[in-house]
């Protein structure tokens, strides 16, 4: 049990409906739509199933979050230096945001992956605000579902069929 704590999986109120969060999902979804006009994160034409889809919005997100602002971050953060914080970015949360965009560099392309290191440092401010990673995996869940509405609505993917 209280490694799970320890990883941020705890529920602290108030991170939901904090005016911070909210202005975050919003502004994520505009910062998301923008960035897809300027860098495509797939090919031009790419097909998913509903399985992958799921699994990009849902698991990907839940798994991400435990290993990369949950682990990760979590351990940086016990040192002396990976508290040290500027403009509420701890060192901590800078460090996991490049082994964050390091990862992405394996299945994206490099351009969209340095696009995530800015929604990857405010994942982490989450971390360290709340000190739990379920916002964090509301937030990363809800900018990996505006990815595809992005390609959907730009005609660069179909709607999965059943």
């Known amino acids: 049990m209280n490694l799970l704590r320890e990883?941020?999986?705890?529920?602290?109120?108030?991170?939901?409906?904090?005016?911070?969060?909210?202005?975050t999902i919003l502004a994520g979804i505009l910062a998301v739509w923008?960035?897809?006009?300027w860098v495509q994160p797939?090919?031009?034409?790419?097909e998913f199933n509903w399985l992958q889809l799921l699994?990009?919005?849902?698991?990907?997100?839940?798994l991400e979050e435990v290993l990369f602002r949950g682990i990760i971050q979590g351990q940086l953060a016990?040192?002396?230096w990976g508290k040290r914080s500027r403009l509420n970015i701890s060192s901590a949360n800078a460090?996991?945001?490049?082994l964050f965009v390091a990862m992405h560099m394996v299945n994206t392309l490099p351009l969209y992956a340095l696009t995530i290191f800015a929604p990857s440092l405010v994942l982490g401010y989450f971390r360290d605000y709340c000190d739990s990673i379920y916002p964090c995996i509301v937030i990363h869940g809800t900018f990996n579902?505006?990815?595809f509405a992005g390609l959907i609505l730009n005609g660069n993917m179909n709607l999965p069929t059943m």
Request: with cysteine; aromatic share 16%; glycine share 6%.
């Open 7 to 23: 990883i941020g999986l705890k529920h602290k109120a108030g991170c939901y409906f904090n005016y911070r969060f909210v202005l």
């Open 34 to 37: 923008v960035i897809h006009g």
């Open 42 to 46: 797939y090919p031009s034409h790419v």
């Open 55 to 62: 699994s990009l919005i849902v698991w990907q997100p839940l």
């Open 78 to 80: 016990k040192y002396e």
């Open 95 to 98: 460090a996991t945001s490049v």
């Open 145 to 147: 579902a505006m990815i």
